[in-house]
Nanobody, 120 residues
Framework: VQLQASGGGLVQAGGSLRLSCVASGFTFSNYALAWYRQAPGEQRELIAGITSGDLSHYKDFVKGRFFVSRDNAKNTVYLQMNSLKPEDTAVYYC???????????????WGQGTLVTVSS
């Protein structure tokens, strides 16, 4: 299994970034995909996910600003991040798993993350 996130960088507050995560080693279309982030000194937290049936879920603190999508033909999941804030600064990771209702069960694998830095 491989999950390779990319697209991070330095952006000013109010700006946008789109993260991508290319997956391999499993049947992509059968799985939910979710994005986590880890800010300096903080624990990793779930921020958004998308089911195998294209239903998206968001934590309240990103709802309306971040949008998750997937392209099964490209084995890729995306995270469009708008209206970025300095507190969005973190390393962002994509994961695979399953949803039961609105609860995400993450498989025990962490791929390489991508760093997003939002300057004020």
């Amino acid at each position: 299994v491989q999950l390779q996130a990319s697209g991070g960088g330095l952006v000013q507050a109010g700006g946008s970034l789109r993260l991508s995560c290319v997956a391999s080693g499993f049947t992509f279309s059968n799985y939910a995909l979710a994005w986590y982030r880890q800010a300096p000194g903080e624990q990793r937290e779930l921020i958004a996910g998308i089911t195998s049936g294209d239903l998206s879920h968001y934590k309240d603190f990103v709802k309306g600003r971040f949008f998750v999508s997937r392209d099964n033909a490209k084995n890729t999941v995306y995270l469009q991040m708008n209206s970025l804030k300095p507190e969005d600064t973190a390393v962002y990771y994509c994961t695979k798993g399953h949803y039961r209702g609105s609860y995400y069960y993450r498989d025990n694998y962490w791929g390489q993350g991508t760093l997003v830095t939002v300057s004020s």
